[in-house]
T-cell receptor
Framework: GEDVEQSLFLSVREGDSSVINCTYTDSSSTYLYWYKQEPGAGLQLLTYIFSNMDMKQDQRLTVLLNKKDKHLSLRIADTQTGDSAIYFCAEIDPLDTGRRALTFGSGTRLQVQP | DAGVIQSPRHEVTEMGQEVTLRCKPISGHDYLFWYRQTMMRGLELLIYFNNNVPIDDSGMPEDRFSAKMPNASFSTLKIQPSEPRDSAVYFC??????????????FGPGTRLTVT
């Protein structure tokens, strides 16, 4: 079955870049997502990448995908205090499994120090 | 669009009571999901619907949990009787049949349930 793993905590200083990492086991994962959860709030979809891509950039966010190592990363440039949140990696493979539900990692808590 | 709407936002109830959580998906979305978030188990799928029909309920913990979707704009998740171990944040999410080519899901703000 699918398994998605993330490190639990990351602390950076304001203005630095943050890199949040994720590994997954399902080699046929088709779509990979990053969600952000602020305290007391729902999950906000940040960005996604298809498995046939290596990189995707969206303003301050850069997603890198290494299919060989089954490794996904989210880089946040010029990290701000408002970026402090929990970041979830998630995957889905509806074409292979027929299943539309996301499998989530445990989340990485990003703390941005002023 | 207002996004996915959930009610109530907070619910505190005593063990043994019935709890009903409500969700209104984004208009036009064909898929509706119920997830549960706890410290111990993280985010896990409970059930999802396509065009109001339950497709996968393998995550529903036990017979105390039931979910319905009587129409395209409303779903309920019911727990009867509730137990302290049901305390969690329950999220509803919806997804379009054909989005931008991926399968993005949009989440509601969640219902924080506390069973004492």
């Amino acid at each position: 079955g699918e398994d998605v793993e993330q490190s639990l905590f990351l602390s950076v200083r304001e203005g630095d870049s943050s890199v949040i990492n994720c590994t997954y086991t399902d080699s046929s994962s088709t779509y990979l997502y990053w969600y952000k959860q602020e305290p007391g709030a729902g999950l906000q979809l940040l960005t996604y990448i298809f498995s046939n891509m290596d990189m995707k950039q969206d303003q301050r966010l850069t997603v890198l995908l290494n299919k060989k190592d089954k490794h996904l990363s989210l880089r946040i440039a010029d990290t701000q205090t408002g970026d402090s949140a929990i970041y979830f990696c998630a995957e889905i493979d509806p074409l292979d499994t027929g299943r539309r539900a996301l499998t989530f990692g445990s989340g990485t808590r990003l703390q941005v120090q002023p | 669009d207002a996004g996915v709407i959930q009610s109530p936002r907070h619910e505190v109830t005593e063990m043994g009571q019935e709890v009903t959580l409500r969700c209104k998906p984004i208009s036009g979305h064909d898929y509706l999901f119920w997830y549960r978030q706890t410290m111990m188990r993280g985010l896990e799928l409970l059930i999802y619907f396509n065009n109001n029909v339950p497709i996968d309920d393998s995550g529903m913990p036990e017979d105390r949990f039931s979910a319905k979707m009587p129409n395209a704009s409303f779903s309920t998740l019911k727990i009867q009787p509730s137990e302290p171990r049901d305390s969690a944040v329950y999220f509803c999410a919806s997804s379009p049949e054909l989005g931008t080519g991926n399968y993005e899901q949009y989440f509601g703000p969640g219902t924080r349930l506390t069973v004492t």
